[in-house]
C-alpha cells in the first residue's frame, strides 16, 4: 500500500490504494494541513521527513477496525498496560475483508460492529462507553486515515484523519512486562 498522485477533473489529489480500497481525496482537507504549491517561492518551512519508525509503520501497515470509545486516556490505566491497548480497541475481522468489493466489505464489518458492540454491552474495559467505530484504511503523516462508523454499522461520514492508539505499558525496573506476559500466550507483541 503507498500513496500515489492521481487527478480529479484537474484538481490536485491524493489516491490511496489499500489492496482493494481505492479512494481519491484532497489529503489538504482531510489532515486539515495547509496546501502548499511546489511553485511558490521557498518560505523557510520544511516538511518534516519521516523518521525511521514512520517509514517501518507505513510499511507494515494493514486495514483494520477500532472501535473509540468516552475515554481516550484509560482509567486504569495499568489494566489497559497488562491487556494491551489494541486487544481492547481494535475489533477482529476476517483477513479477507480487505480484498472483498466495498459492498461487501461493508456488509462484513456492519455484522463484526454489531457483535462486537453486542459482546461488549457497548463498553470497553478501562476506556468505557463505545461512540463510534472507525476503519482505518491508510497512514498518513503522523496521523491515520479513518471511515467513520455508527454503532449499528453504518457509514457515518466521510474519510478523515484520525490519531493512532496509543500503548500503555507496564514495566518494573525497565523491564516491559506487557510484552512479557503477551509473549507466554503466543501474542509477541
Excluded at 109 to 117: F, G, P, S, T, V
Excluded at 126 to 150: M, N
Excluded at 165 to 178: D, F, I, K, M, T
Aim: net charge positive; with cysteine.
Amino acid at each position: 500500500m503507498g500513496l500515489a498522485q492521481c487527478s480529479a477533473r484537474g484538481r490536485e489529489v491524493v489516491g490511496i490504494q489499500a489492496r482493494s480500497l481505492n479512494i481519491c481525496m484532497r489529503i489538504h482537507e482531510i489532515t486539515h494541513r495547509p496546501r502548499i504549491r511546489s511553485h511558490q517561492p521557498h518560505s523557510g518551512h520544511h516538511r518534516r521527513r519521516p523518521d525511521a519508525n514512520e517509514r517501518a509503520y507505513h510499511a507494515a501497515f494493514k486495514p483494520y477496525l477500532r472501535c473509540e470509545t468516552e475515554h481516550d486516556i484509560p482509567e486504569p490505566i495499568f489494566i489497559a498496560a497488562m491487556a494491551g491497548v489494541a486487544n481492547l480497541r481494535m475489533v477482529p475481522v476476517p483477513a479477507s475483508t480487505w480484498k472483498l468489493p466495498e459492498d461487501r466489505r461493508d456488509e462484513i464489518l456492519r455484522a463484526a460492529i454489531r457483535r462486537h458492540y453486542r459482546r461488549t454491552e457497548g463498553r470497553v474495559p478501562t476506556f468505557g462507553k463505545i461512540r463510534r467505530y472507525l476503519l482505518v484504511v491508510a497512514p498518513g503523516d503522523g496521523v491515520d486515515l479513518a471511515l467513520p462508523f455508527d454503532v449499528h454499522g453504518n457509514r457515518a461520514g466521510p474519510i478523515h484523519a484520525v490519531s493512532r492508539l496509543g500503548e500503555a505499558v507496564l514495566s518494573v525496573g525497565g523491564q516491559n512486562l506487557s510484552r512479557k506476559i503477551w509473549s507466554q500466550y503466543g501474542c509477541d507483541r
